[in-house]
């Protein structure tokens, strides 16, 4: 596989937790990641991107100051830390990578940016 997420659990409200992408593969500046989830019934929605060359990223709104990407080049690996995690959270988590090339614009919280996925992590937030 090329992305293999893991970290992913039942946890209570409040509480943190660690998802982990190893993307080795990926790891290098032409390449930039991103964390998207998906609930049944709705479209898979951007939650983190982050950029290859400097590591600038992004958050969707419902996670701003909440969530926190990084990268571990020399890990191949990229992380969300997830801290405070709400009912609304409860999700099943992938990790993404897309080549950066004209016309892409990375941080991003896109779909249509990303080539490559992992086949997800389920997140459950319990009360």
């Known amino acids: 596989a090329h992305l293999v997420e893991s970290g992913g659990g039942l946890v209570q409200a409040g509480e943190t937790l660690i998802l982990s992408c190893a993307a080795s593969e990926f790891i290098s500046s032409d390449y930039g990641f991103a964390w998207f989830r998906q609930v049944p019934g709705k479209e898979r929605e951007g939650v983190s991107g982050?950029?290859?060359?400097?590591?600038?990223?992004d958050y969707a709104d419902a996670v701003k100051g909440r969530f926190a990407i990084s990268r571990d080049n020399a890990k191949g690996t990229v992380y969300l830390v997830m801290n405070r995690l709400r009912l609304e959270d409860t999700a099943v988590y992938f990790c993404a990578a897309g080549r950066a090339f004209s016309g892409r614009h990375f941080p991003s919280l896109a779909e249509r940016d990303y080539d490559y996925w992992g086949q997800g992590t389920q997140v459950t937030v319990s009360s």
């Open positions: 982050i950029r290859s060359r400097d590591s600038m990223s």
